[in-house]
């Protein structure tokens, strides 16, 4: 089945820890997104990378690295300079067309010990 | 990208459609209105677009005003399943897929 996964469900991270969130698709498409979303709150774009070895911050990049070395993946590393890290965590991605070709994944619960 | 409104929760009964309104007074004209979906602790889902007439689909039918200032989006027979958070966004369609979401409404199908 085409789709995009997202590991692990549920991370959880010590103060000062970098962790990384994976995010793989195999839609073939060419751009992929990070969004985080707060509780009761919207989304807030992180990243976006529009193709292989190419990406933008978003809204909210501080505290965040992200590598785009393959076009199926698209791994977000969140840093320990991230002071306020516990949220929830959504990844997509879409074609060349609009917006209604994104396409999001199950989502990453990060939460800090 | 154009501001929009949406009431922040609403309840409809199953069965009953689901009338759901975002205001978006500032759209360009070559802005398009996309809606998304959110069940708890699940990914946003697409619904439907449009950008001055209105549009059907298997999940949804979305109605523009004239002035295309608001619109609104029609759940004809609403279960249980469609209990969940509803965004309006407002794009431009060539503009990037980056998406901003807003509060949205959080719409409770009761049975």
């Known amino acids: 089945d085409g789709g995009i996964t997202q590991s692990p469900k549920y991370l959880f991270r010590k103060e000062g820890q970098n962790v990384t969130l994976s995010c793989e698709q195999n839609l073939n498409h060419d751009a992929m997104y990070w969004y985080r979303q707060d509780p009761g709150q919207g989304l807030r774009l992180i990243y976006y990378?529009?193709?292989?070895?190419?990406?933008q911050k978003g809204d909210i990049a501080e505290g965040y690295s992200v590598s785009r070395e393959k076009k199926e993946s698209f791994p977000l590393t969140v840093t320990s300079a991230q002071k306020n890290p516990t949220a929830f965590y959504l990844c997509?991605?879409?074609?060349?067309?609009?917006?209604?070709?994104?396409?999001f994944g199950p989502g990453t619960r990060l939460l800090v010990l | 990208d154009a501001k929009t409104t949406q009431p922040p929760s609403m309840d409809c009964a199953e069965g009953r459609a689901a009338n759901l309104p975002c205001n978006h007074s500032?759209?360009?004209?070559?802005?398009?209105v996309y809606w998304y979906r959110q069940i708890h602790s699940q990914g946003p889902q697409y619904i439907i677009h449009g950008l001055k007439n209105n549009e059907t689909n298997e999940m949804a039918s979305l109605i523009i005003t004239e002035d295309r200032k608001s619109s609104t989006l029609i759940l004809p027979h609403a279960t249980l399943r469609d209990t969940a958070v509803y965004y309006c966004?407002?794009?431009?369609?060539?503009?990037?897929?980056?998406?901003?979401f807003g509060g949205g409404t959080r719409l409770m199908v009761k049975p």
């Open positions: 500032t759209i360009s004209g070559n802005e398009y």
């Open positions: 990378s529009q193709i292989v070895n190419d990406f």
């Open positions: 966004i407002v794009r431009g369609h060539n503009a990037g897929n980056m998406l901003t």
């Open positions: 997509a991605s879409s074609s060349s067309g609009g917006p209604e070709t994104q396409y």
